[in-house]
């Protein structure tokens, strides 16, 4: 993958694009997660050219002057694909990145071919999490404090991050080693611009396409809120696998056969 800053509009964006065939895959990744997250699925999934960018203030990003909205992001997006050449795109999202798939598929539709949406809602009117769950989300603590991730990932994540097992904490180690850390107003930045933002009254109107993904052990996103998206896009089928909410990244293989044979 060649990862690169890109100037766009005057907002640096740190940006990976991996080689390969087309139609391209855009993914939009989850809160607080940099694109070295989408590594395991990315190496299960070697067909697709692949491009994924870490929003304003995450990862290798700097931070923007100004608050952004799901809208605002949508735009950034399509300005930086014209900077890249792409007319046309499949989009995924996982999680956080979710609302940002939808938002952009509605926003530039043209733009979109398929769309996928991993362990997601939609939006501000979701069905949520219980309230221990939503609360250890609310600080970026997990991210910067390893020890802590340990005790809390089975309880966020849900699915093989359950137990005290060795393997359990190989999984939570792997999985922080995915993680490029920025700041901490960078991930506020990201709960602020999902307030209020819900798809709900336009997810009808998507005509791309759509295939909706869940966890069956999900703490963060109940499986409700695939089976709503699902029922409410009009091209949408529904697929569950057997893991927790981070599934693209435990559960990658499987994830991308499913991936692989809806692109196609």
Same mark, same amino acid.
């Given at each position: 993958?060649?990862?690169?800053?890109?100037?766009?509009?005057?907002?640096?964006?740190?940006?990976?694009?991996?080689?390969?065939?087309?139609?391209?895959?855009?993914?939009? =990744?989850?809160?607080?997660?940099?694109?070295?997250?989408?590594?395991?699925?990315?190496?299960?999934?070697?067909?697709p050219?692949?491009?994924?960018?870490?929003?304003?203030?995450?990862?290798?990003?700097?931070?923007?002057?100004?608050?952004?909205?799901?809208?605002? /992001?949508?735009? /950034?997006?399509?300005?930086?694909?014209?900077?890249?050449?792409?007319?046309?795109?499949?989009?995924?999202?996982?999680s956080?990145?979710?609302?940002?798939?939808?938002?952009?598929?509605f926003?530039?539709?043209?733009?979109?071919?398929?769309?996928?949406l991993?362990?997601?809602?939609?939006g501000?009117?979701?069905v949520?999490?219980?309230?221990?769950?939503?609360?250890?989300?609310?600080?970026?603590?997990?991210?910067?404090?390893?020890?802590?991730?340990?005790?809390?990932?089975?309880d966020?994540?849900?699915?093989?991050?359950?137990?005290?097992?060795?393997?359990?904490?190989?999984?939570?180690?792997?999985?922080?080693?995915?993680?490029?850390?920025?700041?901490?107003?960078?991930?506020?930045?990201?709960?602020?611009?999902?307030?209020?933002?819900?798809?709900?009254?336009?997810?009808?109107?998507?005509?791309?396409?759509?295939?909706?993904?869940?966890?069956?052990?999900?703490?963060?996103?109940?499986m409700? =809120?695939?089976?709503?998206?699902?029922?409410?896009?009009p091209?949408?089928?529904?697929?569950?696998? =057997?893991?927790?909410?981070?599934?693209?990244?435990?559960?990658?293989?499987?994830?991308?056969?499913?991936?692989?044979?809806?692109?196609?």
């Open positions: 993958m060649q990862i690169r800053l890109h100037d766009v509009g005057g907002q640096m964006l740190r940006v990976g694009v991996r080689r390969g065939e087309h139609p391209a895959l855009l993914l939009f =990744n989850g809160i607080g997660a940099s694109i070295e997250l989408f590594a395991p699925l990315l190496d299960a999934l070697p067909g050219e692949a491009i994924m960018f870490d929003v304003p203030g995450v990862g290798g990003s700097p931070a923007p002057t100004l608050p952004y909205r799901p809208w605002t /992001l949508a735009l /950034l997006t399509a300005r930086l694909l014209d900077q890249l050449g792409y007319a046309q795109v499949d989009v995924l999202g996982v956080w990145g979710g609302a940002l798939a939808q938002q952009f598929a926003q530039h539709g043209e733009r979109c071919r398929r769309l996928i991993a362990a997601t809602s939609p501000h009117l979701m949520p999490g219980k309230l221990p769950v939503l609360l250890k989300m609310v600080t970026p603590r997990r991210y910067k404090d390893p020890d802590y991730m340990q005790r809390i990932a089975g966020i994540y849900g699915g093989t991050f359950r137990g005290s097992s060795k393997g359990t904490s190989a999984r939570v180690r792997e999985h922080l080693r995915h993680v490029r850390w920025s700041s901490d107003y960078g991930y506020y930045l990201q709960l602020i611009a999902g307030l209020g933002w819900s798809s709900l009254p336009w997810l009808r109107l998507l005509r791309q396409p759509t295939l909706v993904m869940a966890g069956t052990d999900d703490p963060i996103v109940p409700v =809120n695939a089976r709503i998206l699902t029922r409410l896009i091209d949408a089928r529904l697929v569950t696998v =057997n893991d927790g909410h981070l599934f693209l990244v435990t559960s990658a293989r499987h994830s991308a056969v499913v991936i692989d044979g809806f692109l196609k």
